[in-house]
């Protein structure tokens, strides 16, 4: 299935875009950008050259993804949230030799109105609130909220909160899906009886 792309979208030759992907109005996707399948770009979302992501993301509208922001599948990322690629900007001053590299990892939420400061790697299935300005790495199934953004709590893959302390040791159960996860030194993973995974249960 090819992508959809609508006519008042700006797509440059060179970009990649996967099958079953939408580009709404008034998208522009760089001639470098490398877009996976199944992605959704909202209407005004601009896409960098040196951008890639993955697949099944959902980029809702007024998002920009500049140069060096990485996506992995299935990252969410709400109505104008803010990427940046240079941590001290300064109209005069040439500063594209600078640019941090951004890494959102597999299943991450970012809320509507949020902030990602360049050079930031966002766990999987982490969840950063709306409006919450992101300073730092974050790990894994956090939930981030606040300005400079905090963590106050563990998300499960499917987005419900999990009951665990943010440190020390614990197990939780997902109340939407019955999946367990487990905190141990600092990390939640999901528990799994299958071999090789992360949080195997013994």
């Not at 001290?88 to 970012?110: C, D, F, H, M, W």
């Amino acid at each position: 299935m090819t992508p959809g792309i609508h006519p008042s979208a700006i797509v440059d030759e060179g970009a990649t875009i996967g099958d079953g992907s939408r580009v709404w109005h008034f998208v522009h996707v760089c001639g470098g950008a490398v877009i996976g399948k199944n992605v959704s770009l909202g209407q005004n979302v601009f896409v960098g050259n040196k951008v890639t992501i993955g697949n099944d993301c959902k980029i809702q509208n007024n998002v920009s993804i500049y140069d060096d922001v990485t996506l992995e599948d299935s990252v969410f990322c709400g109505p104008s949230m803010v990427f940046t690629n240079v941590y001290n900007p300064r109209a005069q001053v040439e500063r594209k030799s600078e640019y941090r590299k951004t890494l959102i990892r597999e299943g991450a939420t970012l809320g509507a109105n949020c902030t990602i400061i360049c050079g930031a790697t966002i766990g999987r299935y982490a969840m950063v609130g709306a409006g919450a300005l992101v300073n730092r790495d974050v790990p894994d199934y956090a939930l981030m909220v606040g300005v400079p953004a905090v963590q106050i709590g563990w998300m499960s893959q499917f987005g419900s909160r999990l009951d665990l302390p943010l440190e020390g040791e614990g197990t939780a159960i997902c109340s939407d899906t019955g999946d367990r996860y487990v905190l141990r030194e600092g990390n939640v993973a999901p528990l799994s009886n299958k071999p090789g995974k992360a949080g195997t249960e013994t």
